[in-house]
Structure formats: structure tokens, C-alpha cells
């Protein structure tokens, strides 16, 4: 089963995998209502499925989207953390409930358009994530979260090819989504603004709080801790005289922490919740290169296990704007190690 987003990527994987002979369906995910685009993706998944000659299905997953992606979302924000969606998404709906879809239609494998690469690791027989050739697409940071059930059942034909390539793929095929530019935003908030999304879902206006320095004095009015993200220097509404950066929230509190840019970097990082690959757990500190956000280089640190689940991570050199609720990703070499959400 070829899960078709309606873009480029996916459509590639479907041309790629009749191509070599596969019997495959296509099946898109209705999750989230946004007028006519979601309209038009599942319209372009039809029209590949059409021009390759196999089934395609809808499968309407928008409760269980809601329940497990986005009240997860907005409760993580009023929490004063800042989520990121996509990885939960990616276990509990594209691997998680598109499971149940694909045994609903008797497929022995999901085909997905992630950049990111599989391995079986002969000695332990464990499935291993590694990262996608073209390292500049590289997907497997949203991926870290999957279970070896839902990692043994995936396929992910774009771990070998460059983006250019699979665009020359579609257009080889002459799929109408050749030409589709990638998506950027988080899929149920497409114009980026999450405070007005959070406020509209609950139908209430952010309360205002207090601006605080590193010392707990005071300084300001902010417009409600969801406006605002650790390391923001843009949109605080108030001058200082010199740039101010967000250091910290505290929901409870309703505060919000400026300091100097200085005050942003960390050396220690606690993780929680993590999901290891290539083991089950870890015993003792071992080296890795981990990353704190998507477009984060990595870099050296050491990952000191606290609780089967929980972990420090020591870095080498200070890392700028670690931020709760976003997820830390550790690596040796090109395969993942495993990852977390920062505490």
C-alpha cells in the first residue's frame, strides 16, 4: 500500500514500485479540512492512481487525527511547550491507524515517500533506521519515534534518490504532481499562526502575563505564553533598547523569560519519552551526534541514560535555544540511534 499525500514524493514511490514489477494500491489519508486544498490532494492522489492503473482508497482518519495530533497539540502548547506534531503523527496515524487501513485491504507492506533509508541488522535481526542519501532531505529525525513492528512493515524507495531525481521520475511518468511544490507549513495550520489556531479551536483569547528578566523581576506585558517560543527574538511588542531573546515560559505562572542571547545556550539536556531502534533500552553512556530540531546540524555529545526512557544529553559545545517539547534525535553515523522529547 503506497500512502499518496497528493505531492510529488509519494506520487514518485508509486511509479518507482509498479515499475519494478510490485502489486500496489494507493491510499490517502483524510485527516484534516482546510477548504479546497486537502480537496485538491486527494483529487491529484486519484489522478496518479489513474494514470498507473491501480486502486486507490481514502481512508477518513480525521477523528482520530483530532484525538491524537492535534488536542496533543494544543494541550503540549498550553503547557507551555512547543510540540512538534509531525512526529506524533507519524507514529500514531501514517504508521500507527494506516497499519489497521493496510490490513483492512490485505497489503503486506506500507510504501511512504520519507527521504530515509531500512537496514535489517543480521546480528540482533532488529529493522534499522538510517538516514536518506540525499542528506539534505533527510527525514528520519520525524521518523525516530517508530516502533520495530511499525519500522519491519514500512518501505521507503526515496532513501537512494536525490529530490531531483524523483522529480525526474514523476515527470518521466508524466504525473500530474511532477511539478507540485513541497508543502512547509504543519498540515492543519497552513498559514503558520498557531496562536490563532489554538484560540480558535478553544474559542477563547490568550490571557496576558508577565515578562520577566533572568532575575524574576518584572519588565513587561506579554499577550499569552502560546505567542511565543524559546530563542524568539522578533514580535515581543515592547522595546528594551537592545535585542531580547525568549529564555523560558512558564505556563502556570503565565510568564514569559527575556534574557540576552547568551542566556539561550545549554550544554546539559534532559530527554524524556524516548524510543530506541537499534536496542531496547540503554545501559551505560555512549558517544552519538544528536539534533535538536529538524534543520539542526548535529553535533557530539555524550547520551547518559537515567531511566529506561529518559536520558541526559552532554554535550560538547553549548547549543543555542534547546526548546521543551521539540524532540532530540541521536545518531551514530547514518544510522538513528534513537530519540526524545526535551524536557
Known amino acids: 500500500m503506497v500512502a499518496l499525500s497528493g505531492g510529488v514524493d509519494s506520487s514518485a514511490v508509486a511509479a518507482i514500485l509498479k515499475e519494478q514489477g510490485s502489486e500496489i494500491l494507493g491510499a490517502t489519508l483524510r485527516l484534516y479540512d482546510k477548504g479546497g486544498e486537502i480537496s485538491s490532494d486527494i483529487a491529484d492522489a ?43 503523527c507519524n507514529k500514531q496515524i501514517k504508521f500507527g491507524e494506516m ?10 507492506k506500507i510504501a511512504t515517500g520519507h527521504y530515509a533509508r531500512l537496514k535489517k541488522d543480521d546480528i540482533t535481526g532488529r529493522t534499522l533506521l538510517l538516514k536518506a542519501k540525499d542528506q539534505t532531505k533527510d527525514q528520519t529525525y520525524m521518523l525516530y519515534s517508530l516502533s520495530q513492528q511499525q519500522l519491519g512493515r514500512a518501505i521507503f524507495p526515496l532513501g537512494e534518490l536525490t529530490k531531483a531525481q524523483v522529480r525526474e521520475i514523476a515527470a518521466e511518468h508524466r504525473l500530474i504532481t511532477s511539478h507540485k511544490s513541497d508543502s512547509q507549513d504543519i498540515c492543519f495550520v497552513p498559514d503558520g499562526d498557531y496562536a490563532a489556531f489554538i484560540e480558535k479551536s478553544l ?99 555524550w547520551l547518559i541514560p537515567l531511566t529506561k526512557d529518559s536520558a541526559l544529553l552532554e554535550f560538547d559545545r553549548p547549543q543555542r535555544a534547546p526548546t521543551p517539547g521539540q524532540s532530540a534525535v541521536f545518531y551514530d553515523g547514518d544510522i538513528v540511534i534513537g530519540g526524545g522529547i526535551i524536557v
Open 46 to 88: 486519484k489522478s496518479v492512481c489513474e494514470q498507473l492503473k491501480i486502486p486507490h482508497y481514502v481512508f477518513d482518519l480525521r477523528e482520530e487525527f483530532k484525538n491524537s495530533v492535534i488536542k496533543e497539540f494544543i494541550g503540549d502548547y498550553l503547557n507551555g511547550l512547543t510540540p512538534n506534531p509531525c512526529t506524533v
Open 99 to 108: 497499519l489497521k487501513c493496510m490490513e483492512s485491504v490485505n497489503a503486506a
Open 203 to 301: 474559542g477563547t483569547s490568550s490571557k496576558k502575563g508577565n515578562y520577566l528578566d533572568i532575575n524574576g523581576e518584572i519588565i513587561g506585558e506579554h499577550c499569552g505564553v502560546i505567542r511565543y517560543t524559546v530563542g524568539q527574538r522578533k514580535g515581543l511588542g515592547i522595546a528594551f533598547g537592545k535585542p531580547q531573546f525568549v529564555i523560558s515560559k512558564n505556563a502556570e505562572n503565565n510568564t514569559v523569560t527575556l534574557g540576552d542571547e547568551e542566556h539561550l545556550f545549554k550544554t546539559r539536556i534532559e530527554v524524556k519519552n524516548i524510543n530506541y531502534i537499534p536496542f531496547d533500552s540503554l545501559s551505560s553512556k555512549i558517544r552519538v551526534k544528536a539534533k535538536l530540531r529538524y534543520r539542526h546540524t548535529a553535533d557530539d555529545a
